[in-house]
């Protein structure tokens, strides 16, 4: 089992800056959950049933007819025998060895390395203070915690076998835990899509260019997970685990790719309340800043922006007012104006407009005070949450545009480079009526705003606007402006 404080998924230095915020159950709740996921369960269960004391081998291993006992007590039945009486009653009437019940085995061996069990020589019997320790949700969370680490480290070492399956990929399964982590709470994301779309863990290296990953790959992995509680897979067929041994999924008679079939045969996948619990316990350990939602009322503002950055438009208000009702609106502003003074911090600038454009019509003062800044970045923030309230008259608009126009307008385009959507919600923040071309016709405007990313900013434009004679100018402007060396 994995104890130590160092994540399977990956040892090759620190990871990106940070993850999304997410929302965890309380403690507590998340142990008595960890309690009642499979493996944890049952090892539980056999630990308790070894009392008063339970004859073991040398291995520490139960006799057969020990086994036995506990294997009908509990069902720990192989998959391929849970509906056939008949075919149980053989199996384990022929059961020679305790070692060869892997649905028994692997929760034993689980209960004695998370020391649920003392072993002697002859006998086995339940940890001193057992009890009092299923009791106590740090030591539950704890027990949970290595044998997801545990899973997480066995289904990679599957993947690094010598004769990999069709479509092996050594960073597969970090990215897949990264692309649910990274999904929102709650969500049910395609199986086949997984891969496909999941960046690499912090620190690890994308996955390489080629063919996609097979989707019965992806499944089997999951698989290996799913005794934890960490991942959920539903809506499609029913799909068993691979069988026990460590076989990949691929022509398994009673594997999911045998069972999931045909165009629509993968299920949705959701990482759980416990998965998110583990994730991001691994991504700490990376030094990965992972913060969690209901955090983010206290940070700083630097922090509270970057990870409010992460979350999609639609459900940042549920993070922005908690951070708003700690604050005045003064506060506020001020705290966001020294977040993102770095001429460069475009995404970061972008954010703090739309948390200030929540409480501007109670900073109007101070925002039109602010546009007279000898500071062009706060001149220029200020100028964004007035353009964004609508609440200017006209004339001030022609005014506030005429002199901060361009910078807004490389600004947003410096933070938005990520598609044509992204462009042009960034730039209806500020332009109602969309970008005005005229702002591209003469580049002196531009070169003379002195935005650091002028170049970077022209060339998103002129590849994601979807006006084609803007496009078309913001191309010309920057090609003029790289030939002036800008």
């Known amino acids: 089992m994995a104890s130590n404080e160092t994540s399977h998924l990956d040892r090759r230095g620190p990871g990106r800056a940070a993850v999304r915020p997410v929302s965890l159950l309380r403690p507590q709740v998340l142990a008595q959950v960890a309690l009642g996921t499979p493996l944890l369960c049952d090892a539980l269960r056999l630990a308790r049933w070894s009392a008063p004391a339970t004859p073991v081998s040398g291995p520490g291993v139960p006799s057969p007819e020990s086994a036995r006992a506990a294997i009908e007590r509990f069902g720990l039945w192989p998959y391929g025998l849970v509906r056939d009486r008949g075919a149980r009653v053989a199996w384990l009437r022929g059961l020679g060895s305790a070692s060869d019940a892997a649905e028994f085995m692997a929760p034993w061996q689980a209960a004695v390395v998370l020391g649920m069990i003392e072993i002697d020589t002859v006998r086995a019997r339940p940890a001193p203070g057992l009890e009092d320790r299923?009791?106590?949700?740090?030591?539950?969370?704890?027990?949970?915690?290595?044998?997801?680490?545990?899973?997480?480290?066995?289904?990679?070492?599957?993947?690094?076998?010598?004769?990999?399956?069709?479509?092996?990929?050594?960073?597969?399964?970090?990215?897949?835990?990264?692309?649910?982590?990274?999904?929102?709470?709650?969500?049910?994301?395609?199986?086949?899509?997984?891969?496909?779309?999941?960046?690499?863990?912090?620190?690890?290296?994308?996955?390489?260019?080629?063919?996609?990953?097979?989707?019965?790959?992806?499944?089997?992995?999951?698989?290996?997970?799913?005794?934890?509680?960490?991942?959920?897979?539903?809506?499609?067929?029913?799909?068993?685990?691979?069988?026990?041994?460590?076989?990949?999924?691929?022509?398994?008679?009673?594997?999911?790719?045998?069972?999931?079939?045909?165009?629509?045969?993968?299920?949705?996948?959701?990482?759980?309340?416990?998965?998110?619990?583990?994730?991001?316990?691994?991504?700490?350990?990376?030094?990965?800043?992972?913060?969690?939602?209901?955090?983010?009322?206290?940070?700083?503002?630097?922090?509270?922006?970057?990870?409010?950055?992460?979350v999609r438009a639609a459900d940042q208000g549920a993070l922005v007012d908690p951070w708003l009702a700690r604050r005045s609106p003064e506060e506020a502003l001020e705290e966001i104006v020294r977040a993102v003074a770095d001429p460069r911090l475009a995404l970061r600038r972008r954010t703090g407009a739309s948390v200030l454009h929540m409480v501007s019509s109670r900073l109007a003062g101070r925002l039109r005070a602010m546009l007279r800044d000898a500071d062009r970045v706060a001149a220029g923030l200020a100028a964004l949450v007035l353009l964004s309230s609508r609440m200017l008259p006209q004339e001030e608009i022609d005014a506030v545009l005429d002199r901060f126009g361009p910078w807004l307008v490389l600004d947003l385009a410096s933070a938005a480079r990520t598609g044509a959507d992204d462009l042009a919600a960034a730039l209806d923040f500020a332009f109602p009526s969309g970008l005005d071309a005229s702002l591209l016709e003469s580049a002196d405007r531009l070169w003379l705003c002195g935005h650091p990313d002028t170049v970077p900013a022209l060339e998103a434009i002129g590849r994601l606007h979807r006006d084609p004679q803007v496009a078309r100018a913001a191309r010309g402007a920057a090609g003029r402006t790289r030939l002036r060396g800008l």
């Open 134 to 310: 299923v009791h106590d949700h740090e030591e539950v969370l704890d027990w949970w915690m290595r044998l997801f680490e545990d899973a997480v480290r066995y289904a990679r070492a599957d993947l690094l076998d010598p004769d990999p399956p069709r479509g092996h990929r050594p960073e597969l399964l970090p990215a897949v835990l990264i692309r649910l982590y990274e999904g929102q709470d709650g969500a049910r994301v395609p199986l086949a899509s997984l891969a496909t779309s999941a960046p690499p863990f912090p620190g690890a290296p994308p996955l390489p260019a080629g063919s996609e990953p097979d989707p019965d790959l992806v499944l089997h992995l999951l698989w290996q997970l799913s005794d934890t509680g960490a991942v959920i897979l539903g809506t499609g067929p029913e799909a068993p685990p691979p069988a026990a041994g460590g076989e990949h999924a691929q022509g398994l008679p009673d594997s999911p790719s045998a069972q999931a079939s045909g165009p629509h045969a993968h299920p949705d996948v959701e990482l759980t309340d416990l998965g998110r619990y583990g994730v991001r316990r691994l991504l700490l350990r990376r030094g990965v800043r992972a913060p969690l939602a209901e955090d983010l009322a206290v940070a700083g503002a630097a922090e509270f922006l970057d990870s409010l950055a992460r």
